[in-house]
């Protein structure tokens, strides 16, 4: 096992850092600056092979800019600076930062100075470069060499003789710097000499051969969720345990129009240990009166985990709970900034494991949702159940806007059926969303070929107004509910832009909800992005 750790300084797209590292088969983990994984006797462990530290909203000139005592890994490994950890290598090893007159953001040219460097194999001698910073290096530290720079920023790059320390000014983790990639390929690979063995199938292995191990002939439960984290967990444990997985799928009538039904006979057809407990009824018993979102979702989460709690009792051997935890859910748990304000309160059955006094098993908890589609579609999962969209946990529940009752619910089903069935339907020339999984994964060559709107689209739903309006169906007068469509693209749902539906593809949707959808006589599209607007309404 081979590991790259990268400290986060706090910058937003350490995450893409990690992920870059990742797509090189070379498994990282990303820790807080002041976090290091040092042994439990404070030493290095031996499979570390770099380190990369991230960029910062700081300035290192701050009194309270993040600090980290790199002659701790000086000479034990090589070191990647970036941006933020750029400057912070330069202002505490003899150089000097200052704050330039403005700050520089946006596409720069770099140019490598004559002698290239490993870290610049395969880069051409000029080529664009993401900046984002407000300081300046004016000197390089003791030992170093420039070697790039760009029209406005002289020292764009440096490398430390001797040392395997590297600094880049600008961000080669994002996709606006055209040959990053490459640059953090020659790090990881050359530089740093990872084999960059870490595949799909080699995660595969090692897990299931890891949960056999911790999970002896013990039995484990776990809620499934209709959604690709839960799934994949699940067909991960089943290979390693079978039967003594014991998976509970809720029906808490929130789901959309069939979809409970057929994915608990997909589950089946997985060969799942699978049970379905419907139980619709208590949730809409429990939502009765209230129309506050938070306290849907409270009502929501603890009418689940009673449900569960009460199926869960009846498998009396079990000694595990296992989760669908993933990878950006631990970094966010431990991040620097602490955990962020809670807009919505999204992680709504909190208090299951408190309650149910079980061991807790994660088997994704290293990967990133990505990590975890190539991971199902290795274990054979349909593409149908990998390639969903997201789908939030109180469901439909917060997609009537206002109080849910029984006929409302009705009214937004039949909706979101024609909505996203037209979705899949209609075929579009459109990139495919990340979560789309349309890259020709079943060796199709033709790149050209048209892929659905689904698969455009990142997330899609409709959502019932509380508000009714005046229409006009043959010589009546009409007095209805109005449904909201909504498709946005993203990457990872903390920002959204508003999908460009073709006017055709919304012409037929409107005239098929409001011909169909007894209760509705109005569709509006929303054009909004997030931020300042959510994906979801409440
Ligand atoms: P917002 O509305 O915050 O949504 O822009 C971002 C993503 O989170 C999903 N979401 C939820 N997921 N429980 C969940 O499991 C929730 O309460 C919840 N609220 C929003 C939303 O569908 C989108 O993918």
């Given amino acids: 096992m081979e590991r790259i750790i990268i400290l986060d300084f706090g910058s937003q797209v350490t995450q893409v850092i990690g992920r870059r590292v990742r797509e090189l088969n070379v498994y990282c983990e990303i ?12 030493k290095i462990p031996s499979d570390i092979k770099g380190l990369i530290l991230s960029g910062s909203p700081f300035s290192v000139r701050d009194n309270n800019a993040p600090k980290v005592d790199l002659s701790l890994f000086i000479g034990k490994f090589p070191i990647l600076g970036i941006c933020y950890g750029a400057q912070y290598i330069a202002h505490t090893m003899g150089g000097c930062v ?3 007159q403005t700050r520089e953001y946006g596409r720069a040219e770099l140019t490598i100075t004559e002698g290239k460097e490993i870290i610049f194999d395969s880069v051409p001698q000029c080529s664009q470069v993401w900046m984002s910073h407000g300081d300046t290096i004016t000197a390089l530290p003791k030992g170093a060499k420039l070697i790039a720079s760009t029209p406005t920023v002289q020292n764009a790059a440096y490398k430390i003789e001797g040392n395997g320390i590297y600094a880049l000014q600008f961000h080669p983790e994002v996709f606006h710097s055209t040959y990053g990639g490459v640059m953090l390929r020659n790090f990881i690979i050359e530089v740093c000499g990872c084999k960059g063995d870490w595949t799909t199938e080699s995660f595969i292995e090692t897990t299931v051969s890891d949960l056999k191990q911790k999970l002896g002939e013990e039995h484990v439960i776990l809620g499934l969720s209709g959604g690709v984290d839960s799934t994949v967990a699940a067909v991960l444990l089943n290979k390693a345990i079978g039967k003594r997985l014991h998976c509970i799928f809720v029906d808490n009538g929130l789901l959309r129009k069939n979809e409970f039904e057929d994915v608990l006979e997909q589950y089946k057809g997985m060969g799942l240990n699978v049970v379905g407990v419907k139980a619709a009824d208590r949730f809409l018993e429990a939502l009765a009166g209230i129309s506050d979102p938070e306290g849907k979702r409270k009502a929501i989460g603890r009418t689940f985990i009673e449900v569960f709690d009460t199926e869960a009792q009846k498998i009396t051997n079990a000694k595990w709970l296992a989760q669908g935890t993933i990878y950006p859910d631990v970094i966010e748990s431990s991040s620097v900034k602490g955990p962020s304000a809670t807009i919505k309160s999204h992680h709504n059955v909190g208090g299951l494991p408190e309650k149910m006094n079980l061991k807790i098993v994660e088997p994704l908890r290293a990967l990133f949702k990505d990590e975890v589609r190539r991971t199902g579609r290795a ?44 979705l899949r339907k209609y075929r579009t020339n459109l990139p495919p969303a990340s979560n789309g999984f349309a890259e020709n994964e079943d060796g199709d060559s033709d790149r050209e070929a048209q892929i659905s709107l689904y698969d455009a689209v990142w997330q899609a739903g409709t959502i019932l107004l509380p508000v009714k309006s005046v229409g006009v169906m043959g010589d009546e007068r009409t007095y209805e509910y109005t449904i909201a469509l909504r498709a946005v693209v993203s990457n990872d749902g903390m920002t959204a832009d508003w999908v460009h539906l073709p006017y055709d593809f919304l012409a037929a949707v409107s005239n098929q909800i409001i011909n ?18 959510t994906i979801e309404w409440e």
């Fill in 516 to 533: 169909n959808v007894k209760g509705v006589n109005r569709v509006c599209y929303d054009i909004s992005s997030k931020p300042p607007a």
């Fill in 31 to 42: 820790y807080p600056f002041n976090k290091f994984p040092f042994t439990e006797d404070g």
């Fill in 379 to 422: 274990l054979g999962i349909k593409r149908e159940l990998i390639s969903r969209h997201p789908f939030p946990g109180p469901g439909l529940g917060i997609r009537v806007l206002g109080e849910v009752t029984a006929e409302k619910l009705r009214i937004l089903k039949e909706a979101d059926h024609i909505f996203i069935s037209q």
């Fill in 98 to 100: 200052e704050a330039s």
